[in-house]
């Protein structure tokens, strides 16, 4: 049988595009790609980069009054979010521009429409074509789910948040994970008087105690205002803002109201049910250790299967498909100990297990240290830095590492590498510090703060 593609990609995100591009330049297939917005996806369009971009600009009022202190005649003027906003535009268009390029260069077709799933081999595209193909891939992410609230639609959500006319001068953020303490932090960086609404106890749920609690002081020092066990009952429209009522009944009035309550993978109306493709209770794509679906020539990868959502791994997932359906060398991704960095304010950068997983699991000792480092020593300014490991007393090696510190996403990336190749805490001893730097920490922590 003749198919018009080897391969028909859809959705042009982080996982979508590589998998896409290495099919057609390392095997020579014949490749088509469908994305219904533009190219790049979560991370590059409405994600990873915007957001990073956003830490940056949101760190220069602190660093500028830090420079005051070390001798600097800093003249403190206010921040131009509309200046910045066409920075930041233009630099998206860049980046959508080379990913449109790497596509083309690889030689793959691309069409800018909506697709779906018509059958095990074929695609429906919202112009009315119809492509077949030997293998189909399902690329096609997440998007922000928000609660069924009164009021929810006056909402916006991170989609809308680079897009904003102006900066509110109050916001309220609801949720708790990797989202909303991000965005608290940058709002709050930008100037905008920010609180933020959390159900439970203490935000950044499953990550290490140790680590969330000093995040969370951090965060307040800085001047987020953090109210837990608070959750939004209503939200009216009161002139140009909102008024949100509290599950504690409490009235309170914001300029703009955003939620950060999770994603849903984005798989509604794609025709997979009639295929008899699994979706889990949220919609999730269910796949196998290959990321192949129920239908052999039907694969899927990334947010849409709802494993670990973050574009490395999406990534990963892309080209691990592409040594399995295309290559014919079965490759599965190795989704354990893999390192993650959340751009609070104070940074947060872990792998492997929290102290409290690691207990439930075995003995061990904790080696742990907080302090001022020494760049803020002499300026009365927040940034407390945890630096901590979790040790299997039986095999030494280490369970899991946690940074709070400026740049810890940059140093779990290198402290990820031992870690991922199983170095124990005798490893870590034996290499010498670089002094005087913060991770040096990591090398010259002698006795366990406790065992368990
Ligand atoms: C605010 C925010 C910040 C983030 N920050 C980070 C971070 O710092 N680090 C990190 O690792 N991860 C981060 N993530 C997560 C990361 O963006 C995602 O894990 C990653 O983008 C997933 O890639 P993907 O290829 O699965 O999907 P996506 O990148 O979402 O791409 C899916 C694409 O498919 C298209 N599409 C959907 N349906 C169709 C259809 N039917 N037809 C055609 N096209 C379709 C969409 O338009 C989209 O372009 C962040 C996410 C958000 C929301
Ligand atoms: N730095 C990074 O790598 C990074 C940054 C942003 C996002 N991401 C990825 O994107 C995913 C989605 O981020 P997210 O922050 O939206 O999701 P999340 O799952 O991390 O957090 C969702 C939060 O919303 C809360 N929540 C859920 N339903 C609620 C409800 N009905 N009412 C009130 N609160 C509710 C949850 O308790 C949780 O605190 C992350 O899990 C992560 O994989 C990664």
Known sequence: MSFDYDLFVIGGGSGGVRAARVAASDT??????????????????????????????????????????????????????????RNLEGELDRLEGIYRCLLQNSGVETFDVRATVGGPHSVRLADGRVVTAKVILLATGGWPSVPDVPGAEYAITSNEIFHLEALPQRILIVGGGYIACEFAGILNGLGVQTHLWYRGEAVLRGFDKEARDVIVQGMQERGVQMHMQTNVARIEKQGAGYCVTDTKGARHDFDVVMYATGRTPKSAGLGLEALGIGLDSVGAVQVDGFSQTSVPSIYAIGDVT???????????????????????????VDHELIPTAVFTQPEFGTIGLSEEQARAQEPI?????????????????????????????????????????????????????AVKMGATKEDFDRVCAVHPTVSEELVTMKTPVRSA
């Open 28 to 85: 020579g297939a014949k490749v088509g790609l469908a994305e219904e917005s533009r190219y790049g996806g979560t991370c590059v369009i409405r994600g990873c980069v915007p957001k990073k971009l956003m830490v940056f600009a949101s760190t220069y009022a602190p660093a500028m009054e830090q420079a005051a202190v070390y001798g600097w005649d800093v003249q403190m003027g206010g921040f131009n979010w509309s200046g910045f906003r």
């Open 306 to 332: 709802n494993r670990v959502n973050l574009t490395p791994v999406a990534i990963r997932e892309g080209m691990a498909f592409v040594e399995t359906a295309l290559k014919g060398n079965p490759t599965s």
């Open 365 to 417: 000792e904790v080696y742990a240290t907080a302090f001022r480092p020494m760049n803020i020593s002499f300026i009365d300014a927040p940034n407390k830095v945890l630096m901590k490991l979790v040790v299997s007393q039986k095999t030494r090696k280490i369970l899991g590492c946690h940074i709070v510190a400026d740049g810890a996403g940059e140093m779990i990336q290198l402290a990820g590498i």
